[in-house]
C-alpha cells in the first residue's frame, strides 16, 4: 500500500515556473515506478511524467518535454515534477500516482491504482 500526497500547486503567470511534490507513505516507495498525470475539466486525464523507481528512467508526455522534469528522492519518499515555461494550457489538477505492480514502467493512466488527492495548478495568460 502507498498513500500520497501532493503539494505545490498554485497560481502562475505564463512563462513561470512551479515545483509540484508528491510525499510518499509506505516503507517500499523505493520499489514504486512514480507518474505525474493531469486532468482538466472536460477532459481526460493526461500521461505527464514518469521515473523509474531507481531514477534512471524518466519519459515525458508529447505536450510537456522540454519543459517538465520528473525526480525523486527515496530518503526521503518524494517524488517532484519541475515545471518551467509554463503555458495557459498547462491548467489542470495534477497528480501522482504509483502502479499496482510497483516497478510497471507504463504511462497509461489504467495500471496506476494508488492515487493522490491531487493539486491545482493554474497558469494565466
Known amino acids: 500500500q502507498v498513500q500520497l500526497v501532493e503539494s505545490g500547486g498554485g497560481l502562475v503567470q505564463a512563462g513561470g515556473s512551479l515545483r509540484l511534490s508528491c510525499a510518499a507513505s ?4 523505493s520499489s514504486y515506478t512514480m507518474g505525474w498525470f493531469r486532468q482538466a475539466p472536460g477532459k481526460e486525464r493526461e500521461f505527464v511524467a ?3 523507481w ?3 528512467m524518466t519519459g515525458y ?7 517538465f522534469t520528473i525526480s525523486r528522492d527515496n530518503a526521503q519518499n518524494t517524488v517532484y515534477l519541475q515545471m518551467n515555461s509554463l503555458k495557459p494550457e498547462d491548467t489542470a489538477a495534477y497528480y501522482c500516482a504509483a502502479p499496482k505492480v510497483g516497478r510497471s514502467y507504463t504511462t497509461y493512466a489504467r495500471d ?3 492515487w493522490g488527492q491531487g493539486t491545482q495548478v493554474t497558469v494565466s495568460s
Do not use: H, N, Q
Not at 509506505?26 to 516507495?29: D, M, Q, S, V
Not at 508526455?61 to 519543459?67: A, F, T
Open 112 to 114: 496506476y491504482d494508488y
Open 50 to 52: 514518469i521515473i523509474s
Open 61 to 67: 508526455g508529447d505536450s510537456v518535454k522540454g519543459r
Open 26 to 29: 509506505g516503507r517500499t516507495f
Open 54 to 56: 531507481s531514477g534512471v
